[in-house]
């Protein structure tokens, strides 16, 4: 309401009646038929509110089923030198697919199969994951992550569920920008809930003891997410092959950790150090600064 009343869409003593006209002040705001515009933070906080309103309301069936191999060289939690690899792959709406096709179900509007109402969602999802440790004697630890992930829709569906897409960004992930704050590729969005359904990410950290149970480290993150096979056709968004690795962000920063024996309480602060979103050329140590970091707080390790 206050939003609508500093533009003059409804008086001073006026209130938006709901949901009826507080959904058309938001279409018009977002069709671009009121003062605002784009780069105004009014509208970016009316696209957050549209945006948040879609991801807790739309509905989405899953059936899926999965396989996941996991296998752990790490002989006890104290454990300084070993390696984790996990892998997952995942394959949804198969079943209800082959079921709609051969009971002569019709499709929606949409071309889709409906069940209780809802399209289903089709895809097949594999994530890889690896994690290796190195002692260095003590508490002094080099450790490395890397990791992928894929999901591809097909069939019924062109977009992957939002809760089954991938972000990037966090305290366990690319420290330097917030979660969910990256990406995809290059695009320069506004929305709150940045996913899509490639991901790449790296991590390198030096861990080394200070004094007592207090911990330091140093970091390097690489990586981001992107759009493959969807329904999505930004350029700046979508995956084209290797030229599209220019647009992995880089975050490096440094941390302190404390630790309790049963947990680690860990803080680190992340720094933009290649940030794909800006303008190429103007894409290293832009927003090098303390005023532009990211202020972590996390238990345990990231990694």
Do not use: C
Not at 3 to 21: K, V, W
Not at 102 to 131: L, W
Not at 177 to 205: R, V
């Amino acid at each position: 309401n206050t939003i609508a009343q500093n533009i003059n869409y409804i008086g001073n003593d006026e209130t938006l009646t709901f949901p009826a006209q507080a959904q058309q002040f938001i279409n018009d705001v977002l069709g671009n038929n009121t003062s605002l515009s784009p780069t105004d933070d009014d509208f970016i906080l009316v696209n957050n509110i549209e945006e948040r309103k879609q991801r807790l309301t739309e509905n989405n069936l899953i059936f899926s089923s999965s396989f996941d191999y996991k296998k752990d060289k790490r002989d006890n939690i104290f454990d300084n030198d070993f390696s984790i690899f996990k892998f997952r792959v995942e394959i949804a709406g198969n079943l209800l697919q082959n079921i709609s096709r051969i009971s002569g179900k019709s499709k929606n509007a949409n071309g889709n199969y409906e069940v209780f109402g809802v399209a289903f969602s089709q895809y097949v999802k594999t994530e890889v994951d690896y994690v290796k440790y190195f002692s260095q004697g003590g508490n002094n630890v080099l450790a490395f992550r890397s990791y992928f992930g894929i999901a591809i829709p097909y069939g019924n569906s062109n977009s992957i569920p939002f809760a089954e897409s991938f972000f990037a960004g966090g305290p366990n992930d690319n420290r330097a920008w917030t979660a969910y704050n990256l990406g995809p590729g290059s695009s320069q969005t506004t929305n709150e809930f940045n996913e899509a359904n490639l991901k790449i990410h790296l991590s390198a950290e030096q861990r080394f003891n200070m004094f007592g149970n207090l911990r330091g480290a140093l970091f390097i993150d690489a990586g981001n997410i992107w759009n493959v096979l969807d329904n999505v056709e930004d350029d700046a968004a979508t995956f084209g092959g290797l030229d599209s690795l220019k647009d992995i962000a880089i975050g490096s920063g440094f941390g302190l950790r404390y630790d309790f024996r049963f947990f680690v309480l860990r803080g680190d602060i992340g720094f933009k150090t290649y940030d794909p979103s800006q303008p190429e050329g103007s894409r290293w140590f832009k927003k090098y600064n303390f005023s532009n970091a990211v202020y972590n707080i996390g238990i345990n390790y990231p990694f």
